[in-house]
């Protein structure tokens, strides 16, 4: 089939239309991903508040503090990283910190005596101890927005990511599969 200098001229001037239309854009206040991450940044920065300006600590320290308290049993720092989703060379600088400090200590892996394991020193689980309640008061303030109801339900819709995404969900399952 020949094509006619009108042909041609239409196809061109549909094609000079669909190139001015404005093309889709991402709105980055509507994409999941980024608004779990603002939430979770500010979140994260609402809740600093009670253990850095009252202890000194950073958010990677606290992550330590706050694995080693919840943990029974001692673990490595490769484990608090994963767990943590923080790098493992911010963990290590945080590790040395509290080591200095005196908030962790290091214990031989009776499995595997090349590696060290760490758990809070009497001194960081006092400081833990004093923390965390006033972290569940601050999450409180924080969901103050929801009702019971709501948060039950947020509860409920981010465990299904957390499972879509095949992540750890409980301390008891981590502890079960002795990693992260």
Known sequence: MARTSSDIALRARAADEASARPKPRLDLFKFVPFRLNR????????????????????IPAWRIIATLGFRNDACSA????????????????????????????????????????????????ALYEELFPQ??????????????????????????????????????EADAKQAY
Not at 44 to 49: G, I, K, M, P
Not at 94 to 105: P, Q
Request: charged share 30%; glycine share 4%; aromatic share 2%.
């Open 39 to 58: 939430l979770a940044a500010e979140v994260s920065s609402a809740l600093s508040v009670e253990y850095q300006e009252r202890h000194g600590l950073d």
């Open 78 to 125: 490769q484990y608090i990283a994963q767990c943590t989703r923080t790098h493992k060379s911010t963990i290590s600088r945080a590790v040395t910190m509290l080591l200095s400090d005196g908030l962790i200590e290091r214990v031989e892996n009776a499995a595997d005596r090349r590696e060290f394991r760490l758990q809070l020193t009497r001194k960081g689980r």
């Open 135 to 172: 972290l569940l008061r601050r999450e409180d303030e924080i969901l103050a927005c929801l009702s019971a109801q709501e948060r039950k339900q947020l509860s409920t819709l981010l465990g299904k990511i957390e499972q879509s995404l095949d992540l750890i969900q409980t301390s008891e």
